[in-house]
């Protein structure tokens, strides 16, 4: 089974701080995406990478940045946190080949920024 | 820009009940059309439709892609308690495939009264 993890489900931080969620998947899977869930909007897409080192702005990219170092790992960053990046965050992977177009989620990560 | 429409936003029905999910979407090199579950946490995978008018099925869950008009149906029959959740539809624009990106819909929050 593929598993995504997400290093924290709930998260509190203050305005200004950086913040860092992590995000692992063990399926070798070449894609990783960032979005944030938010009520009525439903998923929105960050970012994503189909590489290693690779990136690639989704649709609302502003006030994020990410990193991807190792090809299981893909790390999403608020540089300075601010109060409407209150959301939940899910990262999801996915394969390029096989049954590519699925994408397996995380638990999702849900922060508030006081 | 791709956009995705679910509707309704959400519904209330009694066990037993039949529910009927809607998913409009305008995409300019349509790819596939996938529906999710999310419960509390992640979502997880419930259909990937390519074609028009073969019906995919799963237990009571079934759901239908029409390419002409745009549109595909989720249709829950018997419906139960457990399917009480937020369904998505998402697709996937052939052109934009680098990295199988999605574009979701709001959602459709669906609650199951006992």
């Known amino acids: 089974d593929v598993k995504v993890t997400q290093s924290s489900r709930y998260l509190v931080k203050r305005t200004g701080e950086k913040v860092f969620l992590e995000c692992v998947q063990d399926?070798?899977?070449?894609?990783m995406f960032w979005y944030r869930q938010d009520p009525g909007l439903g998923l929105r897409l960050i970012y994503f990478?189909?590489?290693?080192?690779?990136?690639e702005k989704g649709d609302i990219p502003e006030g994020y940045s990410v990193s991807r170092e190792k090809k299981e790992r893909f790390s999403l960053i608020l540089e300075s946190a601010s109060t409407n990046q209150t959301s939940m965050y899910l990262c999801?992977?996915?394969?390029?080949?096989?049954?590519?177009?699925?994408?397996?989620f995380g638990p999702g990560t849900r922060l508030t920024v006081l | 820009e791709d956009k995705v429409v679910q509707s309704p936003l959400s519904l209330v029905v009694h066990e037993g009940d039949t529910v009927t999910l809607n998913c409009s979407y305008e995409?300019?090199?349509?790819?596939?059309l996938l529906w999710y579950k999310q419960e509390k946490k992640a979502p997880t995978f419930l259909f990937m439709l390519?074609?028009?008018?073969i019906e995919k099925k799963s237990g009571r869950l079934s759901s239908i892609l029409d390419k002409k008009e745009l549109f595909s149906i989720l249709n829950i029959t018997a419906t139960q308690t457990g399917d009480s959740a937020v369904y998505l539809c998402?697709?996937?624009?052939?052109?934009?495939?680098?990295?199988?990106?999605?574009?979701f819909g709001g959602g459709t929050r669906v609650l199951v009264k006992p």
């Open positions: 390519t074609s028009s008018g």
């Open positions: 998402a697709v996937k624009d052939l052109i934009k495939a680098a990295g199988n990106k999605l574009t």
């Open positions: 999801a992977s996915s394969s390029t080949s096989g049954r590519g177009n699925e994408q397996f």
């Open positions: 399926m070798d899977h070449e894609n």
């Open positions: 990478s189909y590489d290693v080192k690779m990136k």
């Open positions: 995409v300019t090199n349509f790819r596939s």
